[in-house]
């Protein structure tokens, strides 16, 4: 699988920018609640690459999200 097709499986699952977005949260406010830098989920946001597990939890807390909202769709509460 080339590079691209991994960027575009990943766009099906990557929910990091509606669940943003509903949070009314931007990256810069994710990266410094985190400690990641802004560079680093602005490229989880646009699917250039893929957090890993520890990441996608932590985000998770922070986001007040089970993990799994954040890679397949489910409705928020």
């Known amino acids: ?3 691209r097709q991994v960027r575009e499986q990943g ?10 977005a ?3 949260m931007t990256a810069k406010d994710l ?7 802004a560079q680093t989920i ?3 946001n646009t699917n250039r ?6 990441d996608l939890f ?3 807390e922070v986001l007040n999200v ?3 909202e954040l890679i397949e769709y489910t409705p928020l509460k």
Do not use: H, I
């Not at 766009?11 to 943003?20: D, G, M, P, Q, S």
């Open 31 to 37: 990266a410094a609640k985190t400690g990641y830098s």
């Open 58 to 60: 932590l985000m998770a």
């Open 49 to 54: 690459e893929q957090p890993r597990l520890d």
């Open 42 to 44: 602005s490229k989880w």
């Open 66 to 68: 089970n993990p799994c």
């Open 22 to 24: 509903l949070r009314d």
């Open 1 to 3: 699988m080339s590079a």
């Open 11 to 20: 766009k099906k699952f990557n929910r990091l920018k509606a669940v943003l």
